[in-house]
């Protein structure tokens, strides 16, 4: 059974008392590995990535392959009032995401540290789920996503390779779900000495989402 | 003085009775305008446009040239205890923001008819501000957000029109502000009728946004 | 056996007497199917393409799905002492192929009014092969060019597909060439009535591109 | 006045004895400045540059800012029976330059070392201007090319920078050329260790180019 850290372990600190944060952290806000700086799921992929996982304030989440944690602590403001799984294999990257959880998150994270699909065994069915890699058993995880995702939930998976994207989009497919793939290419402005702007990319990435169809379970409103 | 629609008047309809729905709404799910249909911000425009905005669960927001509503309507739910503002001078275009906002928004959302920078002067002062076109006056309606912006407030515009970006980003410096632009460059995947998939492209837009310094008016928490 | 039609059919008009026209037409300057327009490799893409395919003075080249035949005249124009030959399937689109390549085409296309791979058992080998789409039998095509194409060629197929895409690059890898995939994503300035220049996508095309390794049959020079 | 290099100084080497080479070389076939390396006109773009040029057998082509050499010695290709020049102001980047004419190019290349537009007196009218960057002085450039150009003559500008690219825009259109604006926006396939492939994108470069109304100066063919 993984190990999971509950949140008493993840104190916020004082930059969450008081006014809450606001939705939208740059990317140099959170702690990133090195010399692997830069797999971070980045800022405009991550804004696609969340938009798409169909959250509510009551929502259960699973951020597999959590890396920094920076879909995890987004997804925790929006799903306030619900749970999210941080899901983690690298043990050497756990730290990091701690780190990352206690500086950004809220107190509705638990960070599992363990691998996917194994790991996903003794947490409550998601509404929603992002996969943000494939770490080699993105078929056995979306098989897994197939059982467990409620009726209505979603599931993003965010794609660098070609032959990945499409393979989980027809097996998202095949699971019965209504299934999108985007190519999200985005390029930042940056200033010249002169003040003047030119345009550096980021490298394509392929967000593949389905729906589960059917309605979520009944409850009271928000 | 502008005709504010108050939220009395906009009822939710039975979608939204029981449980809340969730975040991330596709481009078909809104009413939009014929022959103009296309000229809503696109999903994935959106979803780059709301993380920019910062939103909190308690903010104050301007949807400027609200249009389809569909900035306002999802602002809304994740400023949820907080205000929105859907700001519109094409009268033409007030029946399908309203029945937008009825149909998927909820009761915070206050519908203005009438021309910005004018129509704001009556509005409390914003912690975001969201620009969907420029209108025309794009300098006009920076300028009084240099005002009216709370200290950590974001503004976020929306253009098309190269010109106007640049000139966007720095009338944005010069009010003070960290300033940021983004090329959102994205292509939608088509399924053909053998299953496999092309892309097609969105128009490139850039999504330029500025950060007031300073920090925001304190309160306790959430 | 295809037919081939052969040039002395195809007389130059006036624009070709006198001074040669330049390399690089518009989109426009083709005539283009009805309602399939649109469907002409687009002027961005042409370029790319055309670049990739390592053409010489005396390049013998195979424009496999000629379509509107804007790859073949263009090539004709580089390899102007070599010979180009337009395979197209579709009978339908043959007399359209022949007046683009009547009128901005050069004496040494040669139109072969066929299916590949069967129509190109007639040809010389080829120095470069172009593949516009993939028309269903890629595979078969790809495998006809492992064993024609001369060493030192080249080989560039347009895709749309993402499967189609990979699939190419890793055939053309298995045939041993060195292979590259480059996808091309360009946006086309619009003016508006103001003066101003908004941008307009073309849809992504992969361009996968394989170099036969060795040196081409030795000659004197060109 | 500018020290142009004569082409008898620059012999081709062994790789132009024998065959010629074809057209379409690889960013890494060029000699590249350290640590500026980068900087080269970028294959793709170089693709749609040097068809947006309007090349003819004949053509007096200015390549300015000539860098690396990429666009002239590829430009002297396709233009093998007229003229290009090679003007560079930097003089640390000269024989760097030199070095890939040598290599890579034909005995119809002159090296102009000198700053645009002073250097561009003692040249004969051009058919076809590349402009590889700005320099700082694309305002002035572009006013000698309004004088300079030859009717149906077209010149090209590679811009970054955005505030650039329009104002090179709306400068061709003041000459009275007809003028058109792509954004080129490319992503090279990289292949990762288990033989699948993700996309590394290019920074986009916005392609700039107009032609001179009228008919280039008549003669008997090719």
């Known amino acids: ?11 916020a600190t004082g930059k969450l008392t008081g006014k809450a944060r606001p939705l939208g952290l740059s990317d140099d806000d959170f702690e990133q590995r090195r010399p692997l700086r830069g797999q971070i ?10 938009y798409s996982l169909g959250l ?10 959590a890396g920094t944690g920076s879909v995890s602590v987004e997804a925790a403001l929006i799903a306030h009032r619900g749970r999210v799984f941080a899901v983690e294999k690298d043990l050497d990257n756990i730290g990091l995401l701690e ?15 363990a691998e996917a699909p194994a790991a996903l065994d003794s947490l409550p069915d998601p509404d929603s789920v ?11 995880i979306l098989g897994l996503v197939g059982q467990r995702l409620k009726p209505g939930g979603r599931v993003v998976a965010n794609l660098a390779v070609l032959e990945r994207s499409h393979e989980a989009y027809h097996q998202m497919q095949q699971l019965g779900f209504q299934t ?4 999200v290419n985005a390029a930042r402005g ?13 490298n394509p990435v392929f967000v593949v ?10 409850d009271s409103g928000e």
């Open 190 to 202: 940056k200033e010249l000495r002169d003040g003047t702007v030119r345009l550096e990319s980021l």
């Open 130 to 140: 992002f996969i943000g890699g494939s770490g080699g058993n993105l078929p056995d």
């Open 41 to 50: 799921t980045k800022r405009e992929v991550r804004a696609v990535s969340l």
């Open 180 to 183: 999108e793939l985007v190519m």
């Open 209 to 218: 989402s389905g729906v589960r169809p059917g309605d979520p379970p009944g």
């Open 99 to 113: 780190r990352n959880v206690e500086r950004l998150g809220k107190d509705n994270i638990e960070i599992v540290a």
């Open 1 to 11: 059974m993984p190990e999971i850290i509950r949140p008493e372990k993840l104190r």
């Open 56 to 65: 509510r304030q009551d929502s259960i989440v699973w951020d597999i392959g």
